[in-house]
């Protein structure tokens, strides 16, 4: 693969750190777009990376960031929203999404990779998956000229994420009996990496040219069953209670209103379509996804062993307390 030109948005996330890390390794130059260089500094480790001041949202910004580059990835997504109402999910998935069309036709670039979401959809049930079945969609009916590839992962788990290490954040905090809202719900987890290597066989184009891939892990689970596996791997046993519909909405319109929205009245209509894959977006690409039972535990039975070391400390304690 010869070395390229990548500009990223949304280079700094839990997807864009490791990808980043990956595209350099691999050679290529890369400029990651921040709206505070100073924040993500640590990202200039990486030998061949630049790191640029942009406001993503000023069309001229973008352009020139875009000028002389082969390719352009846009990572960028949100899962909640500052206000309500889908204002803000349309500006950071769709407006952004517009932008990036029309900087790349002013600058010349050709090559779009574009990380959306599984089940997004222009009539979904959430204003997130909407938003981003709308960004799909201006992409599919931009310029013939435009050489595109679309990702449909499902949720993305691996070291630092913000989905099992959520919970298991969660379960250290609620004691005895875990309420859960739609303990049904159904997804399909897949490996951050695994996701990435997706990326990279799409640089090129090629077959890839004007495709959309559904990225998912090879089980599906219950939320239940998810939130079941990370109790078990961190040691902190829990009854997992699932909610009726009725408690788990009300449940989502407090969430609404606590400061960083654990849970989100959004959250929960995306919680009412099930996150798997119709189709095998990895086979077509020759890549065989990995386990979550067996990739989580590197990174949770951490939390599992520090947990039964105080487990440990604590017994030990009241054994002292009680000796004669």
């Known amino acids: 693969m010869r070395p390229q030109s990548i500009v990223v948005l949304g280079g700094t996330g839990f997807l864009g750190t490791r990808l980043v890390a990956r595209l350099i390794k691999d050679g290529h130059r890369v400029t990651v777009l921040s709206r505070d260089r100073e924040q993500h500094k640590h990202l200039l480790v990486l030998p061949g990376l630049t790191l640029e001041n942009c406001d993503v949202y000023v069309a001229a910004q973008l352009s020139e960031q875009f000028r002389g580059k082969d390719v352009v990835i846009n990572l960028v997504g949100i899962l909640n929203e500052r206000g309500f109402g889908g204002s803000g999910f349309r500006r950071a998935h769709t407006e952004l999404t517009q932008g990036i069309l029309q900087a790349a036709r002013s600058a010349g670039v050709t090559r779009l990779l574009q990380v959306s979401a599984l089940k997004a959809a222009v009539d979904a049930p959430s204003y997130y998956l909407r938003s981003k079945g709308d960004a799909e969609q201006l992409i599919r009916e931009s310029s013939s000229a435009l050489d595109w590839t679309i990702f449909q992962p499902s949720v993305m788990f691996g070291p630092g994420d913000s989905f099992l290490n959520r919970f298991a954040g969660l379960l250290a905090a609620i004691p005895v009996a875990f ?101 095998d977006g990895f ?32 017994s030990a304690g009241r054994s002292k307390a009680i000796r004669p």
């Open 179 to 279: 309420p859960l809202a739609k303990p049904n719900a159904r997804f399909q987890p897949v490996l951050v990496d695994d996701v990435i290597e997706a990326v990279l066989r799409c640089l090129n184009g090629g077959a890839t040219s004007r495709q959309t891939y559904e990225l998912g892990g090879p089980q599906v689970y219950s939320l239940r069953e998810i939130v079941g596996l990370v109790a078990k791997l961190t040691g902190r046993r829990r009854w997992i209670v699932g909610l009726p519909d009725v408690v788990a909405r009300t449940q989502a319109l407090v969430m609404d209103f606590v400061p960083g929205r654990p849970f989100s009245s959004d959250n929960y209509r995306s919680l009412t379509i099930d996150s798997v894959c119709t189709e």
């Open 283 to 314: 086979a077509k690409l020759g890549i065989k996804p990995q386990s979550m039972v067996a990739s989580a535990r590197q990174y949770l039975g951490a939390l599992e062993d520090n947990a039964r070391l105080s487990q440990n400390r604590a």
